[in-house]
């Protein structure tokens, strides 16, 4: 199964807000509203930040949000943070022969 | 807390079978269903395998199909993963994944352990 598509790096300013993307099929990100966002630091285990394409688990800053929009879902961070610098990838409930799908991730450099 | 540990990693030659576990505490672990994602070394998340709550239903990547099983003992409150047939390119990191609110969104992941595949 192909993996979604998001861009190998963003950046940004601490205090900017930025937006990254996730790009699927009608099979995966477009058919249905099951998009999550994980947040992985060097070394550590990923983290749930937003599950059903805009919702925040407890505990999860409100600087997170998520959208979509057709095939292509995103990943807005406001007022962007030191502690934000990271891998993000994206994930999708697939209908394909498979059931979860992942990005390839992006890293996100707060400059 | 919600607590997963993986254990079972280690170094073994292609071709060989490997079993991993995962071991739950903190939640109710019979309620959730379970996951398996692997991460090559300076690579990306590719996601492995899901077992429901109750071990009726699972699903696999195409990679793996056929190779790997995926298991559960909830009056152990223990996933498994039996690797058979190992190839090169499963070296990686593989983590257990709790599938909450819903089970296609992994809210907890264990540290992971670490598979090598090499002659």
């Keep these: 199964q192909s993996a979604l598509t998001?861009?190998?790096?963003?950046?940004?300013?601490?205090?900017?807000?930025?937006?990254?993307?996730c790009t699927g099929t009608s099979s995966d990100v477009g058919g249905y509203n099951y998009v999550s966002w994980?947040?992985?630091?060097?070394?550590?285990?990923p983290k749930l930040m937003i599950y059903d394409v805009s919702n925040r688990p407890s505990g999860v800053s409100n600087r997170f949000s998520g959208s979509k929009s057709g095939n292509t879902a995103s990943l807005?961070?406001?007022g962007l943070q030191t502690e934000d610098e990271a891998d993000y990838y994206c994930a999708s409930y697939t209908s394909t022969t498979t059931f979860l799908v992942f990005g390839g991730g992006t890293k996100l450099t707060v400059l | 807390q919600v607590q997963l540990v993986e254990?079972?990693?280690?170094?073994?030659q292609p071709g060989r079978s490997l079993r991993l576990s995962c071991a739950a505490s903190g939640f109710t672990f019979s309620t959730y269903g379970m996951h398996w994602v692997?991460?090559?070394?300076?690579?990306?998340?590719?996601?492995?395998?899901?077992?429901?709550?109750?071990?009726?239903?699972?699903?696999?990547?195409?990679s793996v199909k056929g190779r790997f099983t995926i298991s559960r003992d909830n009056s152990k409150n223990t996933l498994y993963l039996q690797?058979?047939?190992?190839?090169?390119?499963?070296?990686?990191?593989y983590y257990c994944a709790r599938g909450g609110?819903?089970?296609n969104v992994l809210d907890d992941w264990g540290q992971g352990t670490l598979v090598t595949v090499s002659s």
């Design chain 2, 83 to 93: 690797m058979n047939s190992l190839r090169v390119e499963d070296t990686a990191m």
């Design chain 1, 76 to 78: 807005t961070i406001s």
């Design chain 2, 38 to 62: 692997r991460q090559t070394p300076g690579k990306g998340l590719e996601w492995v395998t899901i077992i429901s709550y109750d071990g009726s239903s699972k699903y696999y990547a195409d």
């Design chain 2, 7 to 12: 254990s079972g990693g280690g170094v073994v």
């Design chain 1, 6 to 21: 998001q861009p190998a790096s963003v950046s940004g300013s601490p205090g900017q807000s930025l937006t990254m993307s």
């Design chain 1, 38 to 45: 994980y947040q992985q630091h060097p070394g550590k285990a």
């Design chain 2, 101 to 103: 609110y819903g089970d």
